[in-house]
Structure formats: C-alpha cells, structure tokens
Nanobody
C-alpha cells in the first residue's frame, strides 16, 4: 500500500519560513520523481517544485530563490524549505511521487501566509 504523508504546514506571517516533509512508503522512493504541488482556493493545482531520482530540480518561477526542494533517500523523505513566504503562497500543499506507470498523491497540508 502506497502512502505519502505530509507534515509541517501551518499559519505563518509574510516573510516567515516553513519546512514541509513528506514520508513515503510502499514505493521505491529512490527511483521516483518526487514533487510538491499546491492548490489555492478556486485555483487549479500547480507544480511548486520537483526533484528526480538523480536530484535534478525544477521550480515554478514564483518560488525560485525562496523555496528549496530536497530528498533523503535513506529516510524515504521529501522536504520543501519555504523562506520569505508571501500571502500568495497560501494553499494546500500536496506531495507527489511518480514513475512511469504510476502517480501517487498525499492527503495535503495547509499552508496559510498572513499579510
């Protein structure tokens, strides 16, 4: 059974920081491309950042220079360090794990940035 369990969300003031974590089980984590997506109220889910099996990273333009995605294959854990948070970063953040033939999602963690 595949499980992706996110944690670390919360309420923070603009300019603050949060670190999200996602613990994966039931997948071969080290071979998977892992990513963070977010969904704001009334908007579509969008990619925030992803890291592939050889640690190449990709970020959406709005978070470049502020967010850092990383992975610890020994702990089957994905991280997202979020600094200089803005109100527009508010949303539900989802962990995603994929390989050819499968695509899994976590349940999401709420991030709220107050102005």
């Amino acid at each position: 059974q595949v499980q992706l369990v996110e944690s670390g969300g919360g309420l923070v003031q603009a300019g603050g920081s949060l670190r999200l974590s996602c613990v994966a089980s039931g997948i071969i984590f080290r071979f998977s491309t892992m990513g963070w997506y977010r969904q704001a109220p009334g908007k579509q889910r969008e990619l925030v950042a992803e890291v592939d099996s050889i640690s190449r990273t990709n970020y959406t333009d709005s978070v470049k220079g502020r967010f850092t995605i990383s992975r610890d294959n020994a702990k089957n854990t994905l991280y997202l360090q979020m600094n200089s948070l803005k109100p527009e970063d508010t949303g539900v953040y989802y962990c995603n794990g994929r390989q050819p033939g499968f695509n899994y999602w976590g349940q999401g963690t709420q991030v709220t940035v107050s102005s």
